[in-house]
T-cell receptor
Framework: GAGVSQSPSNKVTEKGKDVELRCDPI?????LYWYRQSLGQGLEFLIY????????KSGLPSDRFSAERTGGSVSTLTIQRTQQEDSAVYLC?????????????FGPGTRLLVL | KQEVTQIPAALSVPEGENLVLNCSFT??????LQWFRQDPGKGLTSLLL?????REQTSGRLNASLDKSSGRSTLYIAASQPGDSATYLC???????????FGTGTRLQVTL
């Protein structure tokens, strides 16, 4: 497809279980970002990839959160031992040129509900 | 630390009205500012991106202005339509990674 895709679109899990969220960026985009949008917190940065490396992980809220990117393309965000406060929409964006300037294109998000 | 604030938090207007959404940021050392639209249950759609060298950017009925020195941006929507109902977010890039710092959002409802 032409845009950023994310899967699953919705995920309901029980507290304590692990979840994996997937992001397929736009082909050729080397930069990839994960953000989280939760009630009362707004949209906040989690992690940034340039190629397969993550030079900025400063937004990951705890060591239960990790992410990887392979082949400079698909990225997976993993949350271990989920907690109810992890419930949020997780958005992925990849970055490319628009009018000669870098801009971020967002996927539709994964809605995570931890019961 | 960059902080981005938007007012009002929510706005309801009748169809046809012109309206202004406000965005303010604490660190004026930005190189661009972006306005996004978010529909319920959907991702973000980029509306306008203003470079720091520009004062305004227009797309259709939308006009965004940027005043770096005062740390403010406005999004002007002309002749509002019910289809404009959505949450509008402004965002500025932060740090060498250009990660975006988002505003708190304005939830707009345009009524018939």
């Amino acid at each position: 497809g032409a845009g950023v895709s994310q899967s699953p679109s919705n995920k309901v899990t029980e507290k304590g279980k692990d979840v994996e969220l997937r992001c397929d960026p736009i082909s050729g985009h080397t930069a990839l970002y994960w953000y989280r949008q939760s009630l009362g917190q707004g949209l906040e940065f989690l992690i940034y990839f340039q190629g397969n490396s993550a030079p900025d992980k400063s937004g990951l809220p705890s060591d239960r959160f990790s992410a990887e990117r392979t082949g400079g393309s698909v990225s997976t965000l993993t949350i271990q031992r989920t907690q109810q406060e992890d419930s949020a929409v997780y958005l992925c964006a990849s970055s490319g040129l628009l009018g000669g300037r870098e801009t971020q294109y967002f996927g539709p998000g994964t809605r995570l509900l931890v019961l | 630390k960059q902080e981005v604030t938007q007012i009002p938090a929510a706005l309801s207007v009748p169809e046809g009205e012109n309206l202004v959404l406000n965005c303010s940021f604490t660190d004026s050392a930005i190189y661009n500012l972006q306005w996004f639209r978010q529909d319920p249950g959907k991702g973000l759609t980029s509306l306008l991106l203003i470079q720091s060298s520009q004062r305004e950017q227009t797309s259709g009925r939308l006009n965004a202005s940027l005043d770096k020195s005062s740390g403010r941006s406005t999004l002007y929507i002309a002749a509002s339509q019910p289809g404009d109902s959505a949450t509008y977010l402004c965002a500025v890039p932060t740090g060498t990674a250009s990660k975006l710092t988002f505003g708190t959002g304005t939830r707009l409802q345009v009524t018939l």
